[in-house]
């Protein structure tokens, strides 16, 4: 059954709302600022786009920032780069989809009618009125699909210890429902108040799903999250991997109207309505996601669903272990208790008082340097004393901007490490590798000759095999007098040939005269996707030139000729 058969309501806008008040509490709880409001939100809701920022995210990584970060900020992707991914989700829409099934999943290798009793969504992002059907439609469709709601909140009275009981509580509550017959766990955390502190909904999809994965009832019944923290693609992301069958992000869907309310200077468009803008959010959602998996070269979100395609940074082993099982975490990191301490101090900025105003969302300055807000590694004061050394050349404006860099605290793992010397002193020159083994390892950037130009691609090959290393072609192929020795004796074959997606200037002779292969499936050398980047004209994004990025020694990293 198609789930645009089984909702009866008509308006995609609920019939209740959320308080000024209230929605600026549940804002606060939820670590919506106002910076989302003034740069995340709207280009989504106009446009239906995500919102293009400048390349690079130098504030400190979730385990060293001084803010209570979102849980969902301490997991990373682990493919990470940014164009001509495996698949392109826009050219090859056709076979990509976020359609989803809600009910039980039955043997694929039985027939039987129960089979085909599934709730069929085609998209697993939930409008609140597509979930409040789900849940409370009382027709007889819906004895076909019985659901049960999942409080994922706990007892503020119950501290931080009160979060490890909860999931323990959600866990056994989710397993009981499924043996009773439930098709469908909706794990709610709507009853967030003063009293009551919403769990992580990170953390509540992971524990539940891997519960039932254990007592071998997982495909008994799918899992739906209704949750106020998830508002951009990576929240989703996060959510659909660790085992959700579909999200209704409630809070941002709120936000959205909040935001087309209060545009009295019709930034958005005088046609702008809260059914518009909340069509645009999901849809902006929407892309985002399949962007997402394209990275991965995973077509249909049931293939993403449950795959766990992140490791946890800063995530400690007895939360991994339970909640997070089979996720690498290499350093460590925090528990329970850490985690519910970050989701106390929101809480309680919230609800401490009854405010007669609205909350101060706080502009945190994640995406924009605020000055005595969070840190970034490259501040106003980093940059200016840099410039001034350049246009100067003094020793006393370079010591300037040393001290400002040394004055950041730390924001990578790196910032971290202090190397300590041997007691026993320096190590015996015998045991030190000759220079011709160390050249073995060193390679070059799979940089095309059109990124480069023919003489810097060509030397680049000359020197790297003058010193026994290895050139990369890159993408865009290679001219074949390169093949051979020149007359001096050098050589200009690289010694890697590349493969990408478009296969420019590969033949059979370009392939036998290569000693490694290399298939690119994405890069990671352009700002933004696809070389689109923010210009000083506003939103229209241009092309850029290639900025190369090593990412952890991969051979991902060639631009397009």
């Avoid at 409080?151 to 323990?168: F, N, P, R, Y």
Wanted: with cysteine; charged share 25%.
């Amino acid at each position: 059954m198609l789930l645009k058969d089984y909702v009866s309501h008509e308006s995609i806008v609920p019939a209740w709302e959320l308080g000024e008040i209230e929605l600026f509490q549940q804002q606060v709880t939820h670590a919506i600022t106002r910076e989302d409001l003034d740069m995340v939100f709207p280009p989504m809701v106009k446009n239906g786009q995500e919102a293009v920022f400048s390349m690079g995210d130098d504030i400190p990584l979730a385990p060293l920032s001084t803010f209570p970060k979102l849980l969902y900020t301490y997991f990373r992707q682990l493919f990470a780069q940014v164009t001509n991914p495996p698949i392109d989700p826009i050219r090859e829409w056709a076979v990509m989809t976020l359609e989803a099934g809600l009910g039980a999943e039955k043997n694929l290798l039985e027939e039987t009618p129960e089979h085909a009793c599934i709730l069929q969504l085609e998209s697993a992002i939930l409008f609140e009125h597509e979930l409040e059907n789900i849940k409370q439609n009382e027709t007889e469709p819906a004895s076909r699909f019985p659901s049960v709601i999942i409080d994922a909140t706990w007892d503020v009275k119950q501290g931080s210890a009160g979060l490890e009981k909860a999931i323990e509580r959600i866990c056994k509550d989710a397993d009981d429902a499924v043996e009773s017959g439930a098709t469908i766990l909706v794990i709610s955390d709507k009853a967030t108040s003063a009293e009551r502190v919403p769990i992580p909904s990170l953390l509540a999809t992971s524990s539940v799903h891997h519960s039932l994965v254990r007592s071998r009832k997982r495909l008994r019944a799918s899992i739906v999250i209704e949750t106020g923290d998830a508002r951009d693609t990576h929240h989703l992301a996060c959510l659909f991997g660790y085992g959700a069958t579909a999200v209704c992000p409630y809070l941002g869907f709120a936000t959205v109207r909040q935001i087309i309310a209060n545009d009295a200077k019709g930034k958005l468009g005088e046609d702008m309505t809260p059914e518009i803008g909340m069509e645009n959010y999901r849809k902006a959602l929407e892309k985002g996601l399949l962007k997402i998996m394209s990275k991965m070269g995973i077509s249909v979100l049931n293939s993403y669903q449950g795959a766990q395609t992140f490791e946890a940074l800063g995530i400690g082993e007895n939360v991994t272990q339970k909640s997070f099982t089979g996720t690498t975490s290499r350093i460590g990191g925090i528990d329970y208790k850490h985690i519910a301490d970050e989701s106390l101090i929101r809480h309680n900025t919230a609800y401490e008082t009854t405010p007669e105003e609205p909350l101060d969302l706080g502009d945190p300055g994640y995406n924009r340097f605020r000055k005595g807000k969070e840190r970034h590694a490259l501040p106003t004061e980093v940059i200016k004393n840099f410039h001034t050394f350049v246009k100067s050349g003094d020793k006393e404006d370079y010591e300037d901007y040393v001290k400002a860099q040394l004055e950041v605290n730390p924001v990578a793992l790196k910032d971290i490490l202090e190397l300590v010397p041997k007691k026993s002193g320096s190590i015996p020159l015998e045991r030190v590798e000759p220079i011709e083994d160390i050249m073995r390892r060193f390679t070059t950037a799979a940089m095309s000759m059109g990124a480069l130009s023919p003489e810097a691609h060509e030397t680049l090959a000359i020197a790297m095999n003058r010193i026994g290393a290895k050139s990369d072609s890159g993408e865009g192929g290679e001219d074949e007098r390169r093949f051979k020795h020149y007359p001096n004796g050098d050589l200009a074959r690289s010694y890697i040939k590349q493969v990408a997606s478009g296969r420019f200037g590969v033949h059979a002779h370009y392939l036998v005269n290569a000693d490694e292969l290399e298939i690119k499936m994405a890069q990671g050398a352009k700002p933004g996707e696809g070389g689109a980047a923010p210009s000083s004209q506003g939103e229209r994004p241009y092309c850029s030139l290639a900025w190369h990025a090593t990412w952890g020694g991969a051979y991902f990293t060639s631009t397009s000729p």
